[in-house]
């Protein structure tokens, strides 16, 4: 494989992680959140700085980035998560802004603007790709825990879900951790996955591609979010006008979509393992019927 | 002669549930004509449909011709409805909504002297001119709801529900109302879950139930019918 | 000569928040009807600021045709960014989160056009003004910061006489409450959200010229939108009142703070304020002076 395709594959690999945090949060509480970013920030800079400042190989640093976004998490959700639809977007851009300010202001120790050079690029691609296979394991079946159908119950009639006795606030709180910890994971991989990081990578264009690939796929699809992750990060890639061009392009197709189909390009519509057979199945019958007639 | 208004197999659908089958009705020119029926049998469905407020399949003819389509086409032909619930606006004053009202209004040399009538049809609304619509009484707010309508100088006037949560009394003085704007020549669609009042100033009424009518007749007709008697007026032994 | 300083960063300060102003009361014209935070806003500034330097490059004119260009152009763009991106969503009865991630991709669409078209280099416009700054008394307050100051205080007083005085303007107002009981009057619900739009567009058009002239102008211009955005908050969503105090404020304490401890901590402390408004007080301004400005403060 060349390595222009391996590096192309290890980012794509880096932003579906990133997605399915956000597809977690947006799908299960309904919750628009710009503070992903702030979450992938703080993995990034988390790793990155424990090994340049403190010779911490990247498990070590991830692990802390993971603990520092839970424990952010904690206090953000904790505030924020109680705020409805624009505010809670307004609150957690106010977040991830907080989180790049703070980067650049603290330049002694986070190289402020300048970013965090020297980090070794060793993330692979086996690795990339098992961290997001067991992120997908994880979200595809969060949705049938006991956790994930009061959630969606929840996102569905938050009302009617606190008659029955669920404690909405807790849950969210709960999704919101768990998409943090995402977030905070595909942060570290990015950073080893470049030789340097710098605050304006987790600005506010990289919270909306990650919004608008959810919303691309459709909020209630697994398989939309992925294969929207895949075919939005792959796509300016495979367009080889100008660099430019590419993201008007990528902009166009994205508005033309949501105005023609609001769903989301796949609606509710899952691959399973068992839809898989009976299309084989049904496939074959057809063919055995056309055999006979 | 063909009807002031008229409906022919009128159906609306809400996505795949049909609200409304086959609906076929006329109204003549000063008339006061009643649908009575229960929560949900399809009345504020049929008042947007001549309204204008929503899309139907069969046909609507207002004064031999199809009737206005959409809504605010409607209002401007003459066509008002004043909708259940009030729904006045709250956040403007009393004399904002009135001006809103005459938004229709084909001649506006006339608005002072219609809104000089509606103030002195209800003093309090004078006295409330500039307080914010959403503080008035409920009975004060379908005083401003009529009043609103009638600012645009309506021939036809759809009211629907005019007596919900309204005390007792003043039930009474809208009734008294509507039976005066029959006087002066406007033509009434009065859709009522209070059967008896609307029956007794009817001159012509309907009977819906699941979205079709199942009874018309006269309102002293339907008043002294069995089935009506048991199923809307509450009387329980004939 | 400390209380000079002040007084400078005073004014300063005030024609800074009078473009915020503009901005979040466009901003909040359009959420008070539809209920959803228009990003697209921004886009309509940056295109106003490229109209403004096009028209007055090439023609050579003075300050006030610029003006009424930009005025134009920018209502007319709002129009049109609601005829094509919002009115199919809103006759499809779509959430209103897809309005909100629609307007974004349209900003970031509008974004990356301009930067592929013209480059993402800045433009400077010639000077509109005969005198760049004037020194009274030993101030020295630019010129087109009390142009700036002046026109958004015309323009916020013609907005108020439209929106109180016009028939179109209290249907406007009425719209913020209820889009489907105005149908019933007569009036044409979508012709009130048009106008709504119009009105946005222009207040932004003009924005746009004045960032543009003390900015220079370059594809993120349109990012200044967030500044609206923070103001509209602190305002109480949806009040046109509470958005032109908060913008005031927010200007104010972002050139002081800019000015006695340092830029860098400016936006910090904007969406600090932001935060615990939101946290304490989510009407807003509007909510702590118990203000009613004839839109509603909805609470999401």
Redesign the interface.
């Known amino acids: 494989m060349s390595s222009y395709l391996t590096s192309v594959l290890i980012f794509t690999g880096i932003n579906l992680i990133a997605v399915l945090g956000m597809f977690l949060l947006m799908g299960l509480t ?1 919750l ?1 959140s710009f503070g992903q970013v702030g979450f992938m920030a703080i993995g990034a800079y988390a790793a990155a700085l424990g090994y340049t400042k403190f010779g911490l190989p990247f498990g070590i640093g991830l692990l802390i980035g993971i603990v520092i976004s839970l424990l952010v998490g904690l206090v953000i959700g904790t ?2 998560l109680k ?5 809670f ?3 957690t851009y ?2 991830s ?2 989180i790049k ?2 980067l ?2 603290f330049s002694s120790f986070t190289g402020g603007s300048m970013g965090v050079f020297g980090i070794p690029a060793s993330v692979t691609l086996p690795l990339v790709a098992v961290i997001f296979l067991v992120g997908l394991v994880i979200t595809r079946n969060f949705k049938v825990t006991k956790l994930g159908r009061n959630s969606l119950a929840i996102r569905n009639d938050e009302l009617a879900a606190q008659v029955m006795g669920i404690n909405v606030f807790k849950h969210k709180l709960s999704v919101f951790l768990l998409s943090a910890v995402f977030g905070s994971v595909a942060g570290s991989l990015l950073a080893f996955a470049t030789y340097y990081i710098e605050p304006n990578l987790f600005d ?2 990289r919270s ?1 591609s990650l ?2 690939i959810v ?1 691309f796929g459709g909020i209630n699809s697994l398989t939309g979010a992925v294969t929207a992750g895949l075919a939005l990060t792959l796509l300016p890639e495979v367009l080889h006008f ?1 660099a ?2 590419r ?2 392009i990528y ?2 197709i ?2 033309v979509t ?3 189909r ?1 769903t989301g390009l796949f609606g509710r519509w899952e691959i399973s393992g068992r839809q898989m057979m009976d299309w084989f199945r049904n496939r074959g019958q057809r063919s055995a019927a056309r055999g006979r007639g | 002669m063909v009807a002031y208004l008229s409906l022919h197999d009128v159906c609306v659908s809400y996505g795949r549930n049909q609200v409304l089958h086959n609906i076929s009705m006329n109204v003549e020119k000063g008339q006061i004509v009643t649908v009575i029926g229960a929560n949900g049998a399809g009345k504020t469905t049929l008042i947007n449909a001549i309204s204008g407020a929503l899309r139907y399949s069969g046909q609507i003819r207002f004064k031999d011709s199809p009737a206005p389509f959409p809504a605010y086409k409607a209002a401007r032909a003459g066509i008002v409805q004043i909708p259940e619930g009030r729904r006045i606006f709250p956040n403007i004053s009393v004399a904002e909504n009135l001006t809103l009202g005459a938004y229709a209004l084909k001649d506006k040399s006339q608005f002072a002297s219609r809104l000089e009538a509606v103030y002195k049809l209800f003093p309090i609304l004078e006295e409330r001119k500039d307080q914010a619509g959403g503080s008035l009484s409920g009975g004060e707010q379908q005083m401003l709801a009529i009043s609103r309508g009638l600012m645009s100088d309506p021939e036809l006037i759809l009211l629907d529900e005019p007596s919900l949560g309204l005390a007792p009394l003043i039930i009474q003085e809208v009734f008294e109302l509507i039976k005066s704007l029959k006087e002066q020549g406007m033509t009434i669609v009065l859709v009522e879950q209070n059967a008896k009042m609307a029956l007794e100033i009817a001159d012509w009424a309907y009977v819906l139930e699941n979205g079709v009518f199942v009874a018309e007749g006269s309102g002293k007709e339907l008043l002294a019918d069995d089935v009506v008697r048991r199923a809307y007026l509450g009387v329980k032994e004939v | 000569m400390v209380k000079c300083l002040l007084l400078q960063q005073i004014i300063n300060g005030l024609s800074l928040g009078s473009v915020y102003a503009l901005i979040a009361v466009g901003f909040a014209l359009v959420f008070s009807i539809l209920k959803f935070s228009n990003f697209s806003h921004g886009s309509v500034i940056m295109l106003s600021a490229y109209l403004g330097l096009w028209f007055s490059n090439n023609f050579n004119v003075g300050l006030l045709p610029t003006l009424l260009v930009c005025i134009l152009g920018g209502g007319t763009l709002a129009v049109i960014i609601e005829k094509i991106g919002f009115k199919p969503i809103r006759d499809k009865e779509g959430p209103l989160i897809y309005l909100f991630v629609v307007s974004i991709a349209i900003s970031m669409f509008l974004q990356y056009l301009m930067t592929a078209l013209l480059g993402g280099r800045f433009f400077i416009y010639k000077p509109l003004l005969k005198t760049s700054a004037w020194r009274v008394a030993g101030l020295t307050i630019p010129v087109v910061n009390l142009a700036m100051l002046g026109a958004s205080v015309i323009a916020l007083a013609i907005l108020l006489y439209v929106l109180y005085r016009t028939t179109i303007g209290i249907a406007i107002r009425a719209a913020s409450t209820d889009l489907f009981t105005p149908n019933l009057l007569g009036i044409n619900i979508d012709l009130v959200v048009s106008v709504t739009f119009f009105i946005s567009g222009a207040l932004a058009g003009i924005s746009g010229l004045f960032l543009g002239m003390s900015l220079n102008v370059y594809p993120q211009l349109g990012g200044l939108v967030m500044k609206a955005f923070i103001a509209t908050v602190i305002g109480g969503l949806g009040s046109l009142g509470g958005a032109v105090i908060a913008s005031f404020m927010l200007g104010l304490l972002e050139t002081m703070i800019t000015a006695y401890i340092g830029g860098a901590v400016t936006p910090m402390v904007s969406f600090a304020v932001m935060i615990l408004f939101l946290l304490f007080k989510p009407e807003g301004v509007a909510g702590l002076l118990g203000l009613s400005s004839g839109t509603t403060t909805q609470k999401l």
């Open positions: 309904g628009l505030v924020t705020l409805k639809n624009d505010y977007a307004l609150a106010g977040f802004e907080v300010n703070v650049i202001y506010w264009n909306i919004i608008v919303f100008g430019e061009w993201m008007v902009t166009f994205i508005i949501m105005i023609f609001p």
